[in-house]
């Protein structure tokens, strides 16, 4: 059964910050989720290949040239940021 | 006007037996009266449409030529753009983002003269089959108010059922129209992958999500489809298609295939009764039928699962806090940002399934479970191929059950995901299917899921339209 010291990891790599109640919680879901998934194991898959796309596509190619641009989309695009600098957006610290 | 198709619509407006702008008004009547008890809608848009209105008023009044699907009031699921105005995607996290463009389906409506009335519903990011999980509240069944409308495209289903609209937008990842449609007594069509756009679709699980229509009647959820399909430089999975009504359809020509998976244990026994009864009223018109078997079809809810969530980690990666969204103010640092805005402003199903794919996505995890579902895919592609080649289409109910009391089902991750149990493996190997209501059973709309071939479309619609009549 996946530990909470596992959930932990996992909500890390997420990059989801947890409450203790919410680890307790999702430790037990997760682990029930799991359990399901065991089911799995019945298959033989092994003369198979995965499946990777629902409909046989073949490489889809374009040319590389300029669009004409949308009057305004960039400043549209940066207003949804929740914050913004000299036209860029603006992040903390990464140290 | 409740009572019109779309192509009747279509003939009073052209004949000025009313306006488009009635059309809006006679919406939101029904919308102010019933919407504050159902929540079908996160955010109405009666400027939006009543401009709209204007517009085709005026070339009415030009005398010019107006689209079938002109002056038809339309809501669009709240995880599809609409330019301008709010989509939050039933999740706290876009509370405020307002849509920067159009995607391509709703680009499309807006160039047939649809009228937008609003954005619908949803559970968080499409994640779930009741729309408990918005972060606005549950859209309500209009045939029980006690009951859910279906998920994820709950609250889409609901405004057409309500009158609230006569026609909407859905998408479906694992059930998310056809389930709702069901569960509401309406038409849902999950298109086959590749026929409709997904641009500008707030992306759950790429490869099984698809856009779709939900109408009152299969007419009107076809007349729909026809305008929203076809190749978009914009999705590069999207297929060079386009859609042609069946001219020549003969019920008597049809093979139907009952998959004997879709009426095991944990079927609702009054579901499977007015199912078979639709069946045995298509044998009775002509059709042939016979039992069919899809051996790998109860392995597709795990698959299902583990593809889903593996998608969704790394699809909703996007909701930092950085570029877009609601972002906690507290953190000092970068990683700080990143944790608490999501941990935040995501909800605990959104939260579950991002857990559940970093899991299975994980270094040592991802053979035993990504690559594992993806070859059960295969597998479960081969049963249907074989299965098409002795029948045209296959039947069977969308859910194992009835529309669910509120709150019936939100205890245990698990229990909300056997709802789908019958819907998942359609979406696996991208097939088309529609969902349309054949009875009520304790006065609760039942449905009736019909499967299709690869863009056989055309053939769905025609038996749907047969079965209208039949049943």
Redesign the interface.
């Known amino acids: 059964m ?1 530990s909470p010291k ?2 932990l990891h ?10 203790d109640a ?1 680890l307790v ?2 430790q037990k ?2 682990a ?3 359990d ?2 065991e ?2 194991q ?2 033989e ?1 092994s003369p ?8 046989p ?1 073949e490489n ?1 190619y ?1 040319l590389d040239e300029c669009k004409a641009k ?1 009057d305004g ?1 960039a400043s ?2 940066l ?5 913004t600098k000299d036209g860029y ?1 603006k ?5 | 006007m409740d009572e019109l198709t779309i192509r009747q619509l279509h003939e009073k407006l052209k004949n000025k037996e009313f306006s488009a702008e009635e059309i809006v008004e006679s919406s939101f009547k029904n919308i102010e009266q019933k919407d504050a008890n159902l929540n079908a809608f996160i955010t109405p848009t009666r400027e939006l449409a009543l401009a709209q209105a204007k517009e085709i008023d005026e070339k009415i009044a030009r005398a010019e030529q107006i689209p079938l699907l002109a002056g038809v009031p339309c809501a669009v699921k709240d995880s599809i753009l609409v330019d301008g105005v709010r989509c939050t995607a039933g999740s706290k996290i876009l509370e405020n983002y307002i849509a920067p463009y159009d995607a391509t389906v709703a680009q499309k409506l807006r160039k047939e003269g649809v009228l937008f009335v609003g954005k619908t519903n949803l559970d968080e990011f499409n994640m779930g089959a009741s729309t408990e999980n918005s972060a606005f509240g549950v859209t309500k069944n209009p045939y029980d108010e006690t009951r859910v409308a279906g998920g994820s495209s709950g609250g889409s289903a609901a405004s057409v059922a309500a009158n609230e609209a006569l026609v909407a937008l859905g998408a479906d990842t694992g059930g998310s129209i056809r389930l709702p449609a069901a569960f509401c007594g309406v038409v849902g069509l999950k298109p086959t992958y590749g026929t409709v756009s997904r641009h500008g679709l707030i992306a759950m699980a790429s490869s099984l999500d698809q856009i779709g229509p939900i109408a009152k009647t299969a007419e009107d959820a076809e007349a729909v489809f026809e305008a929203i399909c076809g190749r978009d430089a914009l999705d590069a999975t999207s297929l060079a298609y386009q859609y042609e009504s069946l001219s020549d359809f003969d019920v008597k020509n049809l093979r139907v295939g009952v998959a004997k998976e879709f009426f095991g244990e944990g079927l609702m026994p009054q579901i499977a009764e007015f199912v078979k009864a639709a069946i045995h009223k298509l044998e009775q018109a002509g059709a042939t039928v016979q039992e069919i078997s899809l051996p790998h079809a109860k392995y597709a809810l795990a698959a299902y699962y583990i593809i889903n969530t593996s998608e969704v980690s790394a699809n909703l990666a996007r909701f930092d806090g950085i570029r877009y969204g609601k972002s906690a103010s507290r953190g000092q640092n970068l990683l700080d940002i990143y944790l608490q805005s999501r941990g935040e402003y995501l909800g605990a199903e959104v939260k579950r399934r991002i857990m559940l794919g970093t899991y299975a996505l994980s270094a040592g995890y991802y053979d035993a479970y990504y690559l594992k579902a993806q070859k059960v895919r295969t597998l479960l592609q081969h049963d249907f191929a074989a299965a098409f080649t002795d029948v045209d289409v296959i039947m069977g109910p969308p859910s194992p059950f009835l529309p669910f009391k509120i709150g019936e089902r939100t205890e245990d991750p698990l229990t909300m995901y056997l709802v789908d149990l019958y819907t998942v493996p359609v979406n696996l190997v991208g097939l088309p299917a529609l969902s349309l209501p054949v009875g009520y059973a304790q006065g609760l709309p039942v449905g009736l899921q019909i499967i299709g071939k690869p863009l056989q479309e055309n053939l769905l619609f025609a038996v749907a339209k047969d079965l209208e009549k039949l049943v």
């Open positions: 996946i596992e959930v996992i909500a890390k790599l997420a990059r989801i910050e947890l409450t919410e919680k999702f879901e997760l029930g989720v799991l399901y998934f089911i799995l019945e298959v898959v198979v290949a995965p499946m990777t796309h629902a409909v596509l889809v374009r949308v989309m549209r695009l207003e949804m940021a929740p914050e957006l992040v903390k610290p990464i140290l």
